[in-house]
């Protein structure tokens, strides 16, 4: 088990954990949408760290926005295995064509 995978697991294991007690199950306390949200603004820091150039910052908002992702995932209970799955089948698979694919 990877730590990605261990942090899923504690995530999942957050739910409906009294909301003083965790972060994790403050952010799900406040719903699919919020957890949405909280993603979104984690996505742009890392975003902007990226424009600088800033390396330990960058990594370090891409640790916040894997965090906020699994969160997000939780909060609409999609698992990690869920989105797994999903790159396993797209393995192999030129992104040009699975791109087309789901447009067409």
């Not at 306390?29 to 949200?37: M, R």
């Not at 820091?45 to 908002?61: F, N, P, W, Y």
């Not at 698979?93 to 699975?98: R, T």
């Amino acid at each position: 088990m990877n730590v990605i995978q261990k942090l899923a697991g504690t995530i999942e294991a957050r739910k409906g954990s009294d909301p003083e007690s965790s972060w994790t199950a403050k952010l799900l306390a406040k719903g699919p949408e919020k957890c949405a949200e909280k993603f979104g603004e984690e996505a742009v820091e890392a975003i902007i760290e990226a424009v600088r150039g800033d390396r330990a910052r960058l990594t370090a908002e891409a640790a916040d926005v894997l965090y906020h992702l699994l969160v997000m995932l939780a909060a609409r209970d999609v698992s990690l295995a869920d989105v797994e799955a999903e790159l396993a089948r797209r393995e192999g698979i030129s992104g040009i064509a699975e791109k087309a694919a789901r447009e067409g």
